[in-house]
């Protein structure tokens, strides 16, 4: 068994036995749905799917909103509003946030539809074409009446409401000017470019469902002067150059699948491949999607807030320093380059670590950890076993491409982690 085998083995045996498996979600053992729930969440959860699409589609113009606003943010806002449209009709769960006043026969379907619609034309005014135009295509498949335009007076309502209170969610803020630190660990941008890092301040947005951004902030990494620093990065070192002779040709494969398409979205499109698949309701999917992007939103957060804290350089960094004998442990290389150009942040917590440990959580308590899956990026498709096992070689797969080091990525597993669980509970 290889070393990556053997990896994804025991972590898929930890979740095992950590007690994560639960029933295909949507199964016929949990549709003990009342006939009044039923009716009312009448509506298929594909128009969810293509709400998430066209979010996605949105995202892919990189001018479609500032690049100081995180797009974990607009899935939770999007996905939170179409949940809380559906339960304020069905009433078959807790709202999110709100609960708005719903007349007699209003439909749910189009309170989704319309809550979405709403809020995406609240964030990107100058996609409002597209936007109307997938409304009025998914409107059109509904006969006028009573119903619909109550349904669709719920879901603006929502909308509204929920557009209103993130408003001062502290996404806009401006960030002050980062001045980077000099000593032997302290986070200074990268080559070959050297961009100014990103989202420096997102830590201290207001949360969707955690108290704050630091709830679960994770402990100190080791210092850069310790014997498992020196450790850790050697073996980035060795596997993460690129022109690494150790790393396989499967490992160099996965780490560009994974640094080609924004995590968040290859998640997001591996819930729309669920839905889709199984049949889900309007009620499961709406379920499933809110689940997962407000547990991605404040993974973001709370990620973020632990980067500006610990503000660690990155692997290129310290090979290329060294020579400058802050570990013993390390025999610099001044000409050290990473397969895959480094992200502009700091290293701890790692980002791919965090967002896919936090979906895999939020897929395994909702589908249960066996499941087969084809995840996608970028035209390229890789076959897992299990949420876990592509949640994995996400994190495995930034040690291949240069970027993080396993302590990185065993914080990111853990905070990841401890979100989802959190906002499973209390969503």
């Known amino acids: 068994m290889s070393g990556k085998q053997k990896t994804l083995a025991v972590l898929t045996g930890t979740v095992l036995a950590a007690g994560l498996t639960s029933p295909a979600f949507g199964s016929t053992a949990t549709a003990t749905q009342s006939p009044t729930t039923s009716t009312a969440a009448a509506g298929s959860g594909r128009s969810v ?33 179409e949940y809380d449209a559906v339960v304020s009709i069905t009433r078959a769960d807790p709202p999110y946030v709100f609960s708005v006043s719903a007349p007699q026969g209003a439909r749910a379907d189009v309170a989704a539809d319309q809550a979405a619609h709403d809020v995406l034309v609240a964030l990107y005014p100058t996609k409002r074409a597209g936007v109307d135009q997938q409304l009025s295509s998914q409107l059109s498949a509904i006969a006028d009446g009573a119903g619909k335009q109550a349904g669709i007076g719920v879901g603006a309502a929502v909308a509204r409401q929920l557009i209103s209170l993130r408003s001062t969610d502290g996404s806009s803020t401006k960030a002050p000017p980062f001045t980077p630190g000099s000593l032997p660990g302290d986070y200074r941008p990268t080559p070959p470019a050297f961009p100014a890092p990103v989202f420096s301040n997102w830590g201290s947005v207001k949360p969707f469902v955690l108290t704050s951004g630091s709830q679960f902030r994770p402990a100190a990494p080791p210092a850069v002067s310790t014997a498992a620093y020196a450790s850790a990065l050697n073996e980035v070192k060795g596997l993460g150059s690129k022109t690494s002779t150790t790393r396989t040709p499967d490992q160099t494969a996965a780490a560009k699948f994974w640094a080609a398409t924004p995590v968040w979205n290859v998640w997001n499109q591996v819930a729309q491949g669920l839905v889709t698949s199984q049949n889900a309701s309007l009620a499961q999917a709406v379920k499933v999607f809110a689940r997962l992007d407000l547990s991605l939103a404040d993974t973001a957060i709370a990620m973020y807030d632990a980067k500006y804290v610990y503000h660690v350089w990155r692997p290129v960094t310290a090979i290329r320093l060294g020579g400058a004998h802050y570990n013993p442990g390390i025999v610099g290389d001044p000409n050290w380059t990473p397969l895959l150009p480094t992200a502009p942040d700091p290293s701890y917590p790692g980002a791919h670590g965090a967002l896919s440990q936090a979906a895999a959580t939020t897929l395994t308590g909702l589908y249960g950890a066996q499941h087969q899956l084809a995840v996608t990026s970028n035209g390229v498709t890789r076959t897992f076993a299990g949420f876990q096992a592509a949640a994995t070689e996400a994190w495995l797969s930034r040690v291949w491409g240069g970027q993080h080091t396993a302590v990185d990525n065993q914080a990111g597993q853990q905070l990841g982690t401890q979100v989802a669980d959190f906002v499973a509970h209390h969503l």
């Open 49 to 81: 799917v293509e709400w998430n699409r066209e979010l996605i589609g949105i995202l892919s113009d990189p001018k479609a909103q500032p690049s100081t606003v995180h797009p974990t943010r607009s899935f939770a806002l999007l996905q939170a509003a």
